[in-house]
């Protein structure tokens, strides 16, 4: 998806000759300075531009809600789901996956709090803490609803349980807003920081409940509007959530799950954005009201597959190391060859 970019820069330009004896007998401790200089620099911009590559070129998640891991596997995924279960978390490590282990939910039933303590929270790090399976921690799924409607405390409630679990484990904590809490779109502001990675939920693609199954109309400038919102809001850390499902409700509208096109416009819109990651929602049935899943079509598989083959950021063949610099030839009988940064003087 990124590609990383190198830059190089050099160039020098060296003085007047001297045209005295002098020189060369006050320039030899010049030269060994200079040419010690000349050689460290490089070695160490090397360095550097290594370890900023490497970083960008780590691979950025690829998730989905709902996927065993050897669907995971086949269809290019490195992240999964797993409850705070040891079992869960061994197996996707033996699969060489990854995974986002689900902490419960956050509403206003409860009331306006987590369905899972904080005794239990501490109960499930002292058991799978430290697990090199673990790639996030999902504290709740759109908490915007419960913050919008009575639940004021729920942004400092997201804080505390954050910090609860950095207690014992440093991986990021995670949870998904939605684009609209019933008052507000995009509604990312108060959530800034409450956890470390934030969720975007945008589902673009709909259909009337009397259009036929298979009709799915998107309004991409959602995905726009998100980036936009997340930007304006000072999100350090997103990973979109895409939509692969269709579901109609009660009203009349109905999500539609997108056609082949249009998922990998999903997909080129998040692209340009400033995602870490992203998971597909859904890849099989997640609740009763959905109708139609990704799993269930051969083409929405085909293209999601496609999609996270192109966004597997691998480094870049090493080339191969400039050949060492001939050495120094030695003084002859007929004069004193001195190897300068920039010049050479025979006496």
């Not at 990383?4 to 007998?25: D, I, L, M, T, W």
């Not at 999964?80 to 061994?90: E, I, K, M």
């Not at 080129?268 to 139609?292: C, K, N, P, V």
Request: glycine residues 6%; charged residues 15%; hydrophobic residues 40%.
């Amino acid at each position: 998806m990124r590609t990383a970019s190198r830059a190089s820069n050099g160039g020098a330009s060296g003085g007047e000759v001297p045209q005295s004896h002098e020189f060369c007998s006050s320039v030899e401790d010049e030269v060994k300075r200079s040419v010690t200089f000349r050689v460290a620099v490089p070695v160490l911009a090397a360095v550097v531009l290594l370890a900023v590559f490497s970083v960008r070129a780590a691979p950025i998640v690829r998730g989905a809600y709902g996927i065993s891991l050897d669907a995971a596997h086949a269809n290019g995924f490195n992240t999964v789901t797993c409850s705070p279960d040891r079992a869960c978390l061994d197996a996707a490590q033996a699969a060489g996956l990854k995974a986002v282990v689900w902490e419960g939910s956050y509403n206003e039933a409860v009331p306006c709090g987590f369905d899972r303590s904080d005794q239990t929270i501490v109960d499930d790090m002292h058991s799978i803490a430290g697990h090199p399976a673990v790639e996030a921690w999902q504290i709740s799924d759109e908490p915007d609803y419960a913050l919008a409607g009575s639940c004021a405390n729920a942004v400092q409630q997201h804080r505390a349980r954050t910090a609860l679990i950095h207690v014992y484990d440093s991986r990021p904590t995670y949870t998904v807003i939605s684009t609209w809490d019933g008052k507000n779109a995009y509604p990312y502001a108060p959530w800034t920081g409450a956890t470390d990675i934030m969720g975007l939920d945008v589902y673009p693609c709909k259909r009337s409940s009397s259009e036929p199954v298979g009709t799915s109309h998107c309004d991409f400038s959602m995905i726009d509007n998100a980036v936009a919102a997340a930007s304006s809001a000072h999100v350090s850390h997103y990973w979109a959530v895409m939509q692969a499902f269709g579901a109609c409700f009660s009203d009349g509208n109905c999500y539609a799950l997108p056609t082949r096109d249009q998922l990998a416009d999903q997909f080129e819109r998040w692209e340009h954005s400033s995602m870490e990651g992203y998971f597909l929602y859904d890849w099989t049935q997640q609740a009763s009201w959905m109708i139609q899943w990704c799993s269930q079509e051969s083409y929405c598989q085909q293209q999601v597959a496609a999609s996270n083959a192109a966004n597997i950021v691998t480094p870049q063949p090493t080339s191969a190391p400039p050949p060492s610099p001939a050495p120094t030839p030695k003084p002859t009988a007929t004069g004193t060859r001195l190897l300068c940064p920039w010049l050479c003087i025979h006496l």
